[in-house]
């Protein structure tokens, strides 16, 4: 079957303009995650959503960041007036969810460029 | 809060030659540790987690609980083994969150 799937694969914006990454999980994956992958920085945790719900938003950087999932299914992170830092590759994952720690699937991620 | 550290940002190892990746973790749990693999161009992915005791493409790794570790091994390296190695934790049961290392970036020398 389809894995977890992501747009735009490349964004390139403005700063100071608003983007919205998509993310498309497997489908019956009830977790969801988002992370970003930054020079130097490695990977970090931004999001995690179990169905619609986002029990840990620990890891976003600032109020600037948001996400959402509709329908247990697809998840937007919407980024507002962008900033250079902003700049990475943004990678969504899903997995089975609560109570299994199994492997979580990565998508292709979505390279953001903040000009 | 936990951590995971991987001391070598770069490795490289002739073909044929052992190979470790370093992993060390700080969690006051019982965590699991995975490590995960990404070639080049190509997306993240799970090689092996700690509790499954299996090895997989020759890689195998322990938990060390009393040095916090989850060194990466395979005593033979191929080409084919280089890539991008991160290792990771994630709580026992409950918010499924990986933290993960910096990763290491593994040549293989031919």
């Known amino acids: 079957g389809a894995g977890v799937s992501q747009s735009p694969s490349n964004k390139v914006t403005e700063k100071g303009k608003d983007v919205e990454l998509r993310c498309d999980p497997i489908s019956g994956h009830t977790a969801l995650y988002w992370y970003r992958q930054s020079l130097g920085q490695g990977l970090e945790f931004l999001i995690y959503?179990?169905?619609?719900?986002?029990?840990?938003k620990s890891g976003l950087p600032s109020d600037r960041f948001s996400a959402e999932r509709t329908g247990g299914s697809v998840s937007t992170l919407t980024i507002q007036r962008t900033q250079q830092e902003d700049s990475a590759v943004y990678l969504c994952?899903?997995?089975?969810?609560?109570?299994?720690?199994?492997?979580?699937?990565f998508g292709p991620g979505t390279r953001l460029t903040v000009t | 809060a936990q951590r995971v550290t991987q001391p070598e940002k770069l490795l490289s190892v002739f073909k044929g030659a052992p190979v470790e990746l370093k992993c060390n973790y700080s969690y006051s749990g019982s965590p699991e540790l995975f490590w995960y693999v990404q070639y080049s161009r190509q997306r993240l992915q799970l090689l092996l987690r700690h509790i499954s005791r299996e090895s997989i493409k020759g890689f195998t790794a322990d938990l060390n609980k009393g040095e916090t570790s989850f060194h990466l091994k395979k005593p033979f390296a191929q080409e084919e083994d280089s890539a991008m190695y991160y290792c990771?934790?994630?709580?026992?049961?409950?918010?499924?969150?990986?933290?993960f290392g910096t990763g290491t970036r593994l040549t293989i020398i031919p």
């Open positions: 994952a899903s997995s089975l969810g609560r109570g299994r720690p199994y492997e979580q699937y």
């Open positions: 959503f179990q169905g619609n719900s986002a029990p840990d």
């Open positions: 990771a934790l994630s709580e026992n049961f409950g918010n499924e969150k990986l933290t």
